[in-house]
Structures are given as structure tokens and as C-alpha cells.
């Protein structure tokens, strides 16, 4: 048999068995001042993933789980504000139709980081593409159907069109109906699918989204606050508000984590680490995480705006913008007519062109039938028609004629005359073909008959029997 033998607990177990939960957040807060000051500051738990795993390369492309951050010289000249739309317009435009998918997604029960991803995806494309070419609330439609796919939630196309119709009636104060599947719906459905494939396209399949949700949890418990819940859920709220301004697609997740817990902790007046900065630990920067709080903020300030409105000035520009481009069009398709003609002036003025001699073509039957004046004009509709199915007939028959002797060709290996004994023999043993056919058609309708004769005699002398049966049954009655 096997003894066990247990050791007697030392004094390090036994002490972090029966330790408080002070003592443990103190020690948590020790070790990371620890950490600041005998370490170099961390850039991010992304980045020191990355640094532990190089990323994949295939050529010219490099696979990496990290969010697509855009330049600043992207950010300054949008798409729309290069088609004529006012910079406020377009922030307004951006900040309902993120709260339109954040609104359709709970309507839909769709999970946050399904709602987060479309509202990402919604923001990256329309920094390549303008709000006066692409319909903002179509593209909503194709962002959200996309992230429902992307985190595996997935929702059908006709659900993500009743809700919105349904927001959409809400919000004007229309009364509630279901949408009507005529050509309206189907179109629009059409366009949805084309606007996720879009979607797709420019942002070339690279709708990887790592959002700040898990960061913020994983960041309040090394600092030691994992139990402060209202904490926790301030930072959570200002991360979702966040999603309607840019800062998605200018900083990095860990900042943006840290720029919410900085502000979180500003305004339930937390006091914080602040020789060094907490924030260090993370690898966030203090002007970023000031100009994040800034966005956040400037999203509270600002008056709510009228979609109405913003619709008619998106309609007025794009009314101008297919003006333009029914006008560059006909420019252009102008000029290429202008190129496409010959060269007149290529002859000098003194050399007179010379023309070429026409070469003369007699007369065909054609052109003769044609100029001569025909003696049937006079004649009625109904002489025509008989002229052509007599001309129709006639055709058939020298068709047929000319089968036969084509025929007759293929057997003696010439076509005989008409008089000549080779063609009577021929036309004999036709004969005789065509008398035994019906001969034999005529068989055929004589056993047809006979059969029938039979039938009906069998029929009567059924009758006939059930006749007699009734008459002997009442003679028998009778009697």
C-alpha cells in the first residue's frame, strides 16, 4: 500500500489564506508601484503580444490582430467634406447613425460587441468613402448585418429592415405598420446585401475589431478596484458613448480603456496614483488620454440634431453631384465624337478633292421589277395573301420535288428523267409502298371495328342476360 504524507503549511500559505481583502488590495497597489519603478513602462498587454509573437507576413501583407488606426492626413479632408458637405453635418450624420445601430441592435437582441463592431465598421468606411454618394442609413443597415456575422450572431436581412422601419416610425411620430414586401422591400433588401459587400470591400476584409471592454475590467483589478462597481460601470458607459465619436480609429484600445477610467475616476472623485502615473503602466500618454476626455465630453454639449434636416441638405448635394456628373459625361462623350470624325481640313485649299468614279452596275432583275410600276396595286389586301400562300404552296411543292430527286440521287447515284424507265420503276415500287400502307392501315381499322363489334355484342348480351334474369325473378314472384 502507498502512504501519504502531508506537509505541514508554512507560514507564507497561511498567511495569504486568512488575509483580508485591504491587505490584499495593498499589496496588489505595492507590486505595481513596484513594477513602475524598477521596470520600463509597458506599451500595452496588445503590444507586448505582439512583441513575444512577430506578426505573419505573406508577401506584402501583414496579418495582425490589432485595430486599423488611420492617419492624421486622412482625418483632415474627409470624402464628404470633399463633395461639399459641412464638417458639423457630417459629425451629426456619424453620431445617428451609430445610435441607430446601437438602438437596432438591442430592438434585434444582439450582444454589445456585435453593436461596438458596427458602429467601428461604420465609422472606418466613411473616412473612404462621402455621405453624399453612399446613404447613410443603408450603409447602417449593411454595417450591422456585417458585425452580427463577425461575432457570430448572425441576423437576416428582413429583420434588420423592420427595425429600422420601425425606429424610423417612432421617431416621426407615424403610426406603427409592418413593411410591405413589394418592390420597395426587395430593393431595398438588394441594397442592403450591396452595401455589406461594400462595406468589404473598402475596408479590404479587415474588420477585425478589438474593443476596450475586457481592458477596462482587467485594468480596475490590477489597480484594485474590481469591487467598486459603479467604478466599473461608469468607465463602461463612457467606452459605449465613445463608439459615436473617432477616437475608435485614431488610438489604440489600451488608451482608450485608460482615457475612460481617467475620466471615471475624475468624476467620482477617486484619487489615483499619481507619482509616477498610473496610466504609464499601460502605455498610455497623457495628452492622448486628455483629447479622448475632450471628444467624450464635446458628444454631451452637443444639441441634438434634426435627421429631417440633415436629409434634405444630403439630398440637395447629391442632386448636384449627378448634375455635375451628367454634365462631365456629356463633355465628355462630345469630345470623343469630336475625336472619332475624320480630318477635313487635311487638304490644302488649293488641291480641290478629287472624287472617285462611281463604276456602273447594270441593272438586276431587282431593280428592274422595283422601277417598273406593278399592274396588282390596285388589288385588295385579301388578293395579296392569296398571292402569297399560292407562292408559299407552290415553294413547298418544288421543295418537296427536289427531295425526292435528291433521294432518288442517293439509291442509282443519278437523277433520272421523268420519261426514262428507271424513274417508272421507281415510281412503281412508291406506289406499291403507299398501297401496302394502306392496306395495312386498313387492316388495322377493320380489327379496330371488329373489336368494337365484339365489345358492343358482349355489352348486349349482358343486358340481354340481366333482362332475363329480372323477368324469370318476377314470374317466379308471381307465381
Not at 471592454?213 to 461608469?234: P, S
Not at 432583275?365 to 396595286?377: A, L
Not at 385579301?382 to 407552290?394: D, E, P, Y
Request: overall charge positive; glycine content about 4%; proline content about 6%.
Amino acid at each position: 500500500m502507498t502512504s501519504f504524507v502531508l506537509a505541514a503549511p508554512c507560514s507564507v500559505c497561511l498567511s495569504a489564506i486568512f488575509l483580508t481583502d485591504e491587505d490584499r488590495s495593498e499589496r496588489k497597489m505595492s507590486a505595481a508601484v513596484g513594477d513602475l519603478n524598477g521596470m520600463t513602462p509597458m506599451k500595452g498587454a496588445q503590444q507586448t503580444a505582439a512583441a513575444t509573437q512577430p506578426p505573419q507576413t505573406y508577401g506584402k501583407i501583414s496579418l495582425q490582430l490589432t485595430n486599423c488606426l488611420l492617419p492624421e492626413e486622412k482625418l483632415s479632408p474627409t470624402p464628404s467634406e470633399v463633395d461639399g458637405l459641412d464638417k458639423e453635418v457630417e459629425i451629426d450624420l456619424r453620431i445617428i447613425g451609430c445610435e441607430l445601430i446601437q438602438t437596432a441592435g438591442m430592438l434585434l437582441k444582439l450582444p454589445q460587441v456585435a453593436m461596438a463592431t458596427a458602429q467601428v465598421l461604420f465609422q472606418r468606411f466613411y473616412y473612404s468613402k462621402s455621405f453624399v454618394r453612399h446613404p447613410m442609413e443603408i450603409f447602417a443597415m449593411g454595417c450591422l448585418c456585417l458585425a452580427s456575422k463577425i461575432e457570430e450572431a448572425p441576423r437576416r436581412v428582413r429583420d434588420v429592415i423592420n427595425v429600422f422601419s420601425h425606429i424610423k416610425q417612432v421617431d416621426s411620430g407615424k403610426p406603427i405598420a409592418p413593411v410591405v414586401l413589394d418592390q420597395i422591400y426587395s430593393t431595398l433588401k438588394i441594397q442592403v446585401i450591396k452595401a455589406e459587400r461594400r462595406v468589404l470591400k473598402e475596408l479590404g476584409f479587415c474588420v477585425h475589431v478589438k474593443h476596450p471592454h475586457k481592458i477596462i475590467v482587467i485594468y480596475l483589478q490590477m489597480l484594485g478596484f474590481e469591487k467598486n462597481e459603479e467604478f466599473m460601470q461608469c468607465s463602461w458607459n463612457y467606452m459605449n458613448d465613445s463608439l459615436r465619436t473617432n477616437v475608435f480609429v485614431r488610438y489604440d484600445p489600451e488608451t482608450i480603456a485608460c482615457a475612460c477610467v481617467y475620466l471615471s475616476a475624475k468624476k467620482l472623485k477617486i484619487p489615483m496614483l499619481k507619482e509616477p502615473p498610473w496610466y504609464s503602466l499601460f502605455g498610455a500618454k497623457e495628452d492622448d488620454l486628455l483629447e479622448i476626455c475632450y471628444s467624450i465630453l464635446r458628444l454631451y454639449n452637443r444639441p441634438k440634431a434634426n435627421a429631417d434636416k440633415l436629409e434634405r441638405i444630403v439630398v440637395e448635394l447629391q442632386t448636384k453631384y449627378q448634375e455635375e456628373r451628367a454634365r462631365q459625361r456629356k463633355l465628355a462623350g462630345l469630345l470623343n465624337s469630336a475625336n472619332n470624325t475624320p480630318a477635313q481640313n487635311s487638304l490644302s485649299p488649293s488641291t480641290p478633292a478629287v472624287k472617285k468614279p462611281i463604276p456602273e452596275v447594270s441593272p438586276s432583275k431587282e431593280t428592274r421589277r422595283s422601277d417598273t410600276p406593278s399592274p396588282h396595286k390596285h388589288k385588295s389586301k385579301s388578293s395579296k395573301k392569296h398571292r402569297q400562300s399560292s407562292t408559299s404552296l407552290s415553294r413547298s411543292r418544288s421543295r418537296s420535288r427536289d427531295r425526292g430527286r435528291k433521294k432518288l440521287k442517293s439509291r442509282n447515284g443519278s437523277i433520272s428523267p421523268p420519261h426514262s424507265p428507271d424513274y417508272k420503276r421507281s415510281h412503281k415500287s412508291r406506289e406499291k409502298r403507299y398501297r401496302s400502307r394502306s392496306r395495312s392501315r386498313d387492316r388495322r381499322d377493320r380489327s379496330r371495328s371488329r373489336s368494337y363489334d365484339r365489345y358492343k355484342y358482349h355489352e348486349k348480351s349482358k343486358k340481354h342476360k340481366y333482362r332475363d334474369d329480372a323477368s324469370r325473378k318476377r314470374k317466379e314472384i308471381r307465381r
